[in-house]
């Protein structure tokens, strides 16, 4: 089987269940910005040490990444079509925040909004959340003229705080010091 199939040389791809649609269609943008997180999620994990819980924890994150697309870039109409669909990943938000919760024990309080930096596996995660808004923003937006499953807009949610998070906790366990943001005085 070849990699390309010319088929999207007019602008055009094809959705799940059948159907073409611009690629600058809403759900094209949903559903590939995610797809584009789940490859800075991968890009992070080469950044991150290989004990520790993070690693695990965000390759368990990009299947779930991988459902969310698939749900994505299936229009609620043509459901049933093809295939099924691979479960949303229900619990893992519930996870998300007890995951949270046990590293926030480690972290020095926020005193103050943090710059996005550090070690190489901290930025790589800032770089990730910041990819996560941007997901949130599209489903959102895609949301707003079909109907998008709503554990998708709250994993997006508890994910960007998550990869908050676990860049402190990496920026920490090296031993990095965040850098907090004060805004300048002005005179």
Not at 60 to 77: E, V
Not at 107 to 136: K, N, Q, S, Y
Request: glycine share 10%.
């Amino acid at each position: 089987m070849k990699i390309y199939t010319r088929t999207g040389d007019r602008g055009e791809t094809g959705l799940f269940g059948g159907g073409r649609v611009s690629k600058a269609d809403a759900r094209v943008e949903a559903y590939g910005v995610v797809d584009e997180l789940n490859a800075v999620i991968g890009w992070a994990i080469t950044k991150l040490p290989a004990e520790g819980e993070w690693k695990p924890r965000l390759e368990l994150i990009q299947a779930d990444l991988f459902a969310i697309g698939a749900h994505l870039a299936t229009p609620p109409k043509t459901r049933g079509r093809r295939p099924a669909l691979p479960d949303l990943p229900a619990g893992r938000v519930d996870e998300f925040e007890s995951w949270m919760d046990a590293a926030d024990t480690d972290l020095p309080p926020l005193r103050a909004f943090i710059l996005p930096g550090g070690d190489e596996g901290g930025a790589a995660l800032h770089v990730a959340r910041t990819v996560c808004r941007r997901a949130e923003r599209d489903v959102v937006r895609l949301d707003a003229h079909e109907p998008v499953d709503p554990l998708i807009v709250m994993y997006l949610n508890r994910l960007s705080d998550l990869l908050f998070v676990a860049a402190r906790s990496i920026n920490h366990a090296r031993g990095v010091p965040e850098r907090e943001w004060h805004p300048a005085s002005s005179s």
